[in-house]
Nanobody, 124 residues
Framework: VQLQASGGGLVQAGGSLRLSCAASGRTFSSYAMGWFGQAPGKEREFVAAISWDGGSTYYADSVKGRFTISRDRAKNTVYLQMNRLKPEDTAVYYC??????????????????WGQGTLVTVSS
């Protein structure tokens, strides 16, 4: 079982990136999916989440209106479209899968699967 994140890179402030997280080894269509960011020297923080059916999305206040999470259940892939990027968005971004959205939002139980990170660097 593997979550493979990709799409990170170096971008100027105000630019855009799209991260992808492809799942393999099993189907994640019944899992809530999310993205977390970990800036240098800081803890991993919630960025965005999407329900198992894609019907509900959730965002950290710092990215509302700029980032959009989506999923393609047929492709077993979740995306994070990042627009109007800011230097403070610089972080390693990790995708995650959990049986409930609450787990992703509140970390009230262990997250089932983590992907490896992809680095996003936003220059000023």
């Amino acid at each position: 079982v593997q979550l493979q994140a990709s799409g990170g890179g170096l971008v100027q402030a105000g630019g855009s990136l799209r991260l992808s997280c492809a799942a393999s080894g099993r189907t994640f269509s019944s899992y809530a999916m999310g993205w977390f960011g970990q800036a240098p020297g800081k803890e991993r923080e919630f960025v965005a989440a999407i329900s198992w059916d894609g019907g509900s999305t959730y965002y950290a206040d710092s990215v509302k209106g700029r980032f959009t999470i989506s999923r393609d259940r047929a492709k077993n892939t979740v995306y994070l479209q990042m627009n109007r990027l800011k230097p403070e968005d610089t972080a390693v971004y990790y995708c995650a899968a959990a049986t409930t959205v609450s787990t992703l939002l509140h970390r009230d139980s262990p997250i089932d699967y983590w992907g490896q990170g992809t680095l996003v660097t936003v220059s000023s």
